[in-house]
């Protein structure tokens, strides 16, 4: 199973969402750089972040912070102005990608885990490509940064989603050490660095 750290109870609103509310999967860029999906859960756990997704993804593999019934608060407007004309907090489930190493370059693997990720929750909810989203795609938000400066990233992404395959045992998510064991035989880096959200910024 996906661990689950959960959010404060300050940082989303509950509620019993269903197949037929959750219509779009928003996808997000943690803005930090060596960060983990542990330790933006643990960061999380504080409360009145003002803030939430439901998933957060690294190289290794997929964490959850607030469940899919649960509303985050991961693409709301500061200004309540809105450019996508239905997405929002209340019909969507946010993923927030660890997408940057320590030296500021994309982490392909974490990339890899997110569309793994969003295909599983695509069959599960029944969510067509077309609805899987950028936080900007909602807001204009320069969230998910690299795939807004090269839309050629995004648009690898998005073409990803629409692969065949068995999503939750291809990376080996309900056996958390094999995966971190098949990274290790690529040849990815398996050390684990914990987040700090407001600090920790890129070179």
Request: positive net charge.
């Amino acid at each position: 199973m996906i661990p689950f750290i959960p959010a404060h109870s300050s940082n989303y609103a509950t509620e019993n969402r269903g197949r037929d509310h959750i219509r779009y999967l928003v996808i997000h860029y943690t803005g930090n750089c060596g960060d983990t999906a542990k330790g933006n859960c643990l960061y999380f756990q504080g409360a009145n972040r003002h803030a939430s997704a439901h998933y957060f993804v690294d190289e290794n593999g997929v964490c959850q912070s607030v469940e899919d019934k649960n509303r985050a608060w991961h693409c709301g407007s500061e200004t309540g102005k809105y450019f996508h004309p239905s997405c929002r907090n209340a019909n969507s489930i946010g993923i927030e990608v660890c997408m940057l190493d320590k030296s500021g370059q994309v982490r392909q693997d974490s990339i890899r885990q997110a569309e793994q990720l969003a295909r599983t929750l695509m069959q599960k909810y029944g969510i067509p490509p077309a609805q899987v989203v950028r936080h900007h795609d909602v807001t204009h938000k320069i969230c998910r940064a690299p795939m807004v400066n090269d839309p050629a990233l995004w648009n690898a992404f998005r073409e990803a989603l629409s692969h065949k395959e068995d999503d939750m045992h291809a990376l080996g998510w309900h056996k958390p050490s094999s995966s971190i064991r098949s990274a290790k035989s690529k040849g990815m880096h398996a050390r684990r660095r914990r987040a700090n959200l407001r600090t920790k910024a890129c070179p």
